[in-house]
């Protein structure tokens, strides 16, 4: 068990700075606004991603986060990286960019996968079943 905890707050922690405290950081910076711009989105469109991931991130780190909330943060996070390399596909083709997100998605997988083993075995140990 001490294994599969520390694995999961590796995973998290690389989904929380990579998805909240980076895009935090740099959304409002040329670069940003700029490749929201090549993807062909509008600007107010990258705010709003901010905005969500930055809420995300802070669900799926904190472990007092609901359940449900950690499960919708999981959900959106998953459909961020495959939307990401979807885009990244159509607009530039094939290449890093297009894989970059997927394996975000596995380490989203991952902290996803130990989160639901150790809230299950964290709940039968207090008897809340």
Known sequence: ??????????TTIIIFIMEGIIPALTSQTEIAKQG?????YPA???NAL?????I????VIIPQAP???????????????????ISHFAVDGFGFQVILP????GILVISYKLYQKLYQK????SGAY
């Open 1 to 10: 068990m001490k294994k599969d905890k520390i694995l999961f707050w590796t």
């Open 36 to 40: 929201i711009s090549h993807m062909q």
């Open 44 to 46: 107010y469109f990258g």
């Open 50 to 54: 901010v905005v969500f991931k930055v």
């Open 56 to 59: 995300g991130a802070l669900t």
């Open 67 to 85: 359940k449900f909330a950690k499960e919708w943060a999981y959900t959106g996070f998953g459909f961020v990286f495959i939307f990401a390399s």
């Open 102 to 105: 997927l394996v975000f998605l």
């Open 122 to 125: 964290e709940y039968a140990l």
